[in-house]
């Protein structure tokens, strides 16, 4: 899930954790910015770097969640693979997992996306999947393309070895049919023109295209009729007026009434232009509207279930 | 109909003191301004408007994004922004303006051509770690940018430079760029990836034998190589960067620099500056003030959020044209005021943990700012002109 910034990525991606997490599912929500925007949002405390449960699915599945923290996430990856123990150890001594994980450009990515790459494919000792779907909170959506293709980046520059097959198959799991990412917008100007971009770079590296949704939507307030009054110029500041003397309202607050109509149309319009925007995109869009309590457990399930559309 | 504007209520008064911008772009003593905050809350819009003012009030200036959604060059019209800062058309007054937008790539290519004899600057360029380091992955940005931010204000040619950062905890990279690279030069990493290059075998103490074996184990023994390559013929170049990037770290702590938090009232991006403004008085970096966009208002004629409701449900049980409109009418109030209120609560809240912060307000306008006017009104805002 990716998305510009003030978007709401956060919030669709929790929903949509929360909407694949029916019968019986089992689904990671994780989170790659540092930022604990999960733990912010569900109001628990800081995510260590362990999936923990967060969350029941509407349907009795399950939400795991997960702050993927680079540093451990390479410790774990040098011990996981390659039974680095005491040389893992060593690296630290010399500066060396600082070094990958800060400075380093584009190793953070590699491990961020690698520690997705592993959860998505671990089986239980059944041999089935651990998780039905793996839910990512990306990084936004300018940096989105680079963030998803850093392993393809990696695999050019690794020409052998066991970097070069990990970070193939790294690019696979991202470009394959069972992926998907999708972009979270507002009804204006630039974040639609940043999803558009997106919508390209993303198509141009080939990595697999979800849905737009558009987070945030306002409820038309405003009536067809009222529409054609305010535009026409026929709405009589004194008829109001006397509509609000007779609801015990002062009737002089019929012109800043009628601004703020004038305002609201403005704004309806220029949504309406960039909702046309999106519809050109060739990508199927769903709307999320903008609840007027903001976000809780409630409101997520609410969201969740209108993303079904996403499974 | 002469109807009376209702009186905008934006109050910048009763939360600590307001951010001065007008005295800010006049002093002289302000050569450089740093724009920082989450993405998404009108950053570069902000840095430009800061930018514009400053120069129609007289001053030479530039700014300098390194946002790669080329979001400067949309509010600003431009079409085209690379690596050379290129005036702004259509600035009035003595002053001026030129706008830059970071090329990662250019500018890193430029430190090796400018500090590299061109044989080895050529060896360097041609390294494909190198060509990814600089050009593909993520991270090297914000280096680069203190790179050119050094640059610029070493070459004085503007008076004020306005730089604004990329979005989210990215821009903490951007402070730590100086201290990190310092402190990776000076590092037994660098010292170890050298070694093959240029010391002889006997300092392969066991430890680095282990190390050096994992590392050919993790990354290929070719992958180590190119990486070796690379440092070592770079080797020349660390001890430049290390002094430009100390010299800058403390330029961002000197007087002639300001810190300007952006934000928008919505409780994400009120923490994501909460956070910046503890940080940066963690590093002594001269904070200039926070300021909040796109705040709603409406007008302030007594009507409440709940009596809008009240009177807009009454009116609907009616059946007459005036009425319903009133009603609509009624209930679009009641939503601007539910969001107003919602925002004062972010406001008031920061205000409280932040009291010695400075804060300006600036109210949303209806359409995205795409040309000089729309950031003139920005500049007006800021400054609070009526």
Redesign the interface.
Known sequence: MTGKGGTGKTTVAAALAMSLAGRGRRVLLCEVEGRQGIAQLFDVPPLPYAERKIAVGPNGGEVFALAIDPEAALLEYLQMFYRLGRAGKALDRFGIIDFATTIAPGVRDVLLTGKVYEAARRRDKDNRFAYDAVVMDAPPTGRITRFLNVNSELAGLAKVGPIKRQAESIMTMMRAKSTRVHLVTVLEEMPVTETIDGIADLTREKLPVGHVVVNLIRPALISTPTRAALESGAVDAEKIGAALDSVGLPADAAAGLIDGGMAALHREDLETGQRAVLDDSGRPVVELPRLSGGIDLGALYELAGRLEILR | ?S??R?RVVIDNSSRGDRVDVEALLADRGTEIIVCCG????GKTTTSAALALRAAEQGRTVCVLTI???R?LA?SMGLTELDNTPRPVAGVEGAGSLDAMMLDMKRTFDEVVERHASPEKAQQILQN??YI??SS?????QEYMAMEKLGQLHAEKQYDLIVVDTP???SALDFL?APE??SS?LD???LK?LLMPAKGPARLLSA?LG??T???N???????LT?LQTFIAAFDTLFGGFRQRAEATFSLLQADETKFVVVA?P????M?EASYFVERLAGERMPLAGLVVNRVHS??D???TTA??E??SA??RQRS???????A??????A??L?VSG?EDHQRRSFATAHPSVPTVAVPAL???VHDLDGLRQIGDLLVGTP
């Open positions: 109909m109807r009376e209702p989450s993405g998404g809350v946002d790669p959604a979001r949309q494909p770690f990814a380091l593909s992955f993520a991270g090297t979005p989210s905890r730590d990190r690279l990776l590092g037994r990493f170890l430890g282990l190390v074996g994992a590392l184990k993790v990354l290929g023994a070719q992958f190119d928008a919505e409780p994400a991006a923490r409406d007008a004629d007594g009507i009596g809008a009240a009177a009454q009116l007459d044209a005036d009425a319903d409109i009133a609509d009418l009624l209930a679009v109030r939503d601007r539910a919602r209806a359409a995205d």
